[in-house]
Protein backbone atom coordinates (compact mmCIF):
# COMPACT_ATOMS: atom_id res chain seq x y z
CA UNK A 1 0.00 0.00 0.00
CA UNK A 2 3.04 2.50 0.72
CA UNK A 3 4.91 1.45 -2.22
CA UNK A 4 5.18 4.29 -4.94
CA UNK A 5 4.63 4.57 -8.59
CA UNK A 6 8.08 4.51 -9.55
CA UNK A 7 9.34 1.67 -7.31
CA UNK A 8 6.20 -0.39 -9.06
CA UNK A 9 7.64 0.60 -12.20
CA UNK A 10 10.56 -0.90 -11.58
CA UNK A 11 9.61 -3.71 -10.26
CA UNK A 12 7.63 -4.69 -12.99
CA UNK A 13 10.39 -3.87 -15.73
CA UNK A 14 13.21 -6.02 -13.90
CA UNK A 15 10.61 -8.81 -12.73
CA UNK A 16 8.04 -8.82 -15.81
CA UNK A 17 9.21 -6.54 -19.15
CA UNK A 18 12.91 -7.73 -18.97
CA UNK A 19 12.07 -11.74 -19.39
CA UNK A 20 9.14 -10.64 -21.59
CA UNK A 21 11.49 -8.93 -24.00
CA UNK A 22 14.04 -11.63 -23.80
CA UNK A 23 11.62 -14.12 -24.96
CA UNK A 24 10.24 -11.28 -27.91
CA UNK A 25 13.78 -11.60 -29.16
CA UNK A 26 14.73 -14.98 -29.04
CA UNK A 27 11.56 -15.97 -30.30
CA UNK A 28 11.43 -15.70 -33.96
CA UNK A 29 14.66 -17.82 -34.37
CA UNK A 30 12.96 -20.65 -32.22
CA UNK A 31 10.03 -20.32 -34.85
CA UNK A 32 12.10 -20.43 -37.65
CA UNK A 33 13.97 -23.51 -36.32
CA UNK A 34 10.33 -24.69 -34.94
CA UNK A 35 12.18 -25.60 -31.48
CA UNK A 36 13.05 -24.12 -28.43
CA UNK A 37 12.41 -24.13 -24.41
CA UNK A 38 12.14 -21.22 -22.73
CA UNK A 39 11.91 -21.54 -19.22
CA UNK A 40 11.05 -18.73 -16.48
CA UNK A 41 11.61 -17.93 -12.81
CA UNK A 42 8.93 -16.85 -11.41
CA UNK A 43 7.95 -17.29 -7.64
CA UNK A 44 5.17 -18.81 -5.59
CA UNK A 45 4.12 -14.97 -5.23
CA UNK A 46 3.32 -15.31 -8.95
CA UNK A 47 0.44 -18.25 -8.14
CA UNK A 48 -0.18 -16.75 -4.65
CA UNK A 49 -0.79 -13.30 -3.25
CA UNK A 50 2.01 -12.56 0.05
CA UNK A 51 1.74 -10.27 3.54
CA UNK A 52 3.65 -6.76 1.91
CA UNK A 53 4.45 -7.90 -1.18
CA UNK A 54 1.59 -6.82 -3.31
CA UNK A 55 3.23 -5.06 -6.26
CA UNK A 56 5.53 -8.16 -6.37
CA UNK A 57 3.21 -10.32 -6.69
CA UNK A 58 1.42 -8.14 -9.44
CA UNK A 59 4.70 -8.76 -11.59
CA UNK A 60 4.76 -12.88 -11.14
CA UNK A 61 1.33 -13.18 -11.70
CA UNK A 62 1.46 -10.83 -14.58
CA UNK A 63 4.77 -13.26 -15.52
CA UNK A 64 2.14 -16.05 -15.30
CA UNK A 65 -0.56 -14.60 -17.63
CA UNK A 66 1.78 -13.47 -20.30
CA UNK A 67 3.69 -17.32 -20.24
CA UNK A 68 1.30 -19.42 -19.65
CA UNK A 69 -0.53 -17.85 -22.97
CA UNK A 70 2.61 -18.16 -25.24
CA UNK A 71 2.72 -21.64 -24.21
CA UNK A 72 -0.66 -22.26 -26.01
CA UNK A 73 0.02 -20.03 -28.94
CA UNK A 74 3.38 -22.18 -29.37
CA UNK A 75 3.14 -25.18 -28.17
CA UNK A 76 2.18 -25.99 -32.18
CA UNK A 77 5.19 -24.75 -33.20
CA UNK A 78 7.50 -26.94 -31.45
CA UNK A 79 8.29 -24.12 -28.69
CA UNK A 80 8.01 -25.25 -24.66
CA UNK A 81 7.63 -22.96 -22.09
CA UNK A 82 7.83 -23.84 -18.45
CA UNK A 83 7.68 -21.46 -15.49
CA UNK A 84 9.45 -22.47 -11.93
CA UNK A 85 8.11 -20.95 -8.94
CA UNK A 86 10.48 -21.47 -6.14
CA UNK A 87 8.78 -21.49 -2.81
CA UNK A 88 10.04 -18.86 0.08
CA UNK A 89 13.88 -18.32 0.11
CA UNK A 90 15.45 -16.36 2.58
CA UNK A 91 17.13 -12.97 1.79
CA UNK A 92 17.64 -9.77 2.57
CA UNK A 93 14.91 -9.05 0.07
CA UNK A 94 12.38 -8.16 2.62
CA UNK A 95 14.74 -6.11 4.76
CA UNK A 96 15.45 -4.04 1.21
CA UNK A 97 11.49 -3.42 0.73
CA UNK A 98 11.35 -0.49 2.34
CA UNK A 99 10.52 2.59 0.08
CA UNK A 100 12.16 4.10 3.10
CA UNK A 101 15.62 3.10 2.09
CA UNK A 102 17.43 3.73 -0.95
CA UNK A 103 18.02 0.52 -2.01
CA UNK A 104 20.10 0.16 -5.66
CA UNK A 105 17.68 -2.62 -7.60
CA UNK A 106 19.85 -4.75 -9.46
CA UNK A 107 18.41 -6.99 -12.53
CA UNK A 108 18.99 -10.84 -12.09
CA UNK A 109 17.16 -12.07 -14.81
CA UNK A 110 19.69 -12.80 -16.66
CA UNK A 111 21.23 -16.14 -14.29
CA UNK A 112 16.73 -16.83 -13.78
CA UNK A 113 16.14 -16.72 -17.69
CA UNK A 114 16.94 -19.40 -19.39
CA UNK A 115 16.64 -20.01 -23.46
CA UNK A 116 17.58 -23.07 -24.82
CA UNK A 117 18.27 -23.63 -29.27
CA UNK A 118 17.61 -27.33 -30.03
Given at each position: MKT??????KLFEI????????????LPYMLKQ????????SSIAGKFGFYLRSSYSA???????YFESLRLETESKGIKVLMVCPGKV???????AS?????KIVPTFFIFFGIAFL
Open positions: DEAAERNYFSSVNLSKAVKSGHIVVVAKHALHGKTNISLNTRRKV
